[in-house]
């Protein structure tokens, strides 16, 4: 499966972007869908996951209550819709796709991933 992430820029504290993932060669819901973020000087960490299903969701502590992860399979798109953006979110954000069964927390639990999109929250 082939992963471009979208949507990223800039946007003042407190705002809100929707970044998207379209999945092509295989449908999205065949896999368990994620994304990340990486700052920089910092390792790239889980921000969100969502199951194939889509009936389980994974949210890192920091942003739980201000994103949300969603799918729309005749699109075969991932969301990530984030609300109350903080300058601490400010970082490169990848979409990524698992073949594992369950959503795993580690970068190297991840088959396929995205080119990454800039997201920088000014202050």
């Known amino acids: 499966v082939q992963l471009q992430a979208f949507g990223g820029g800039l946007v003042q504290a407190g705002g809100s972007l929707r970044l998207s993932c379209a999945a092509s060669g295989r449908t999205s819901s065949r896999y368990v869908m994620g994304w990340f973020r990486q700052a920089i000087g910092k390792e790239r960490e889980i921000v969100a996951a969502l199951s194939r299903s889509g009936d389980s969701t994974y949210y890192a502590d920091s942003v739980k209550g201000r994103f949300t992860i969603s799918r729309d399979n005749a699109k075969n798109t991932v969301y990530l819709q984030m609300n109350s953006l903080k300058p601490e979110d400010t970082a490169v954000y990848y979409c990524?796709?698992?073949?594992?069964?369950?959503?795993?927390?580690?970068?190297?639990?991840?088959?396929?991933w995205g080119q990454g999109t800039l997201v920088t929250v000014s202050s």
């Open positions: 990524a796709a698992s073949r594992n069964s369950n959503i795993y927390y580690g970068t190297s639990e991840w088959d396929y």
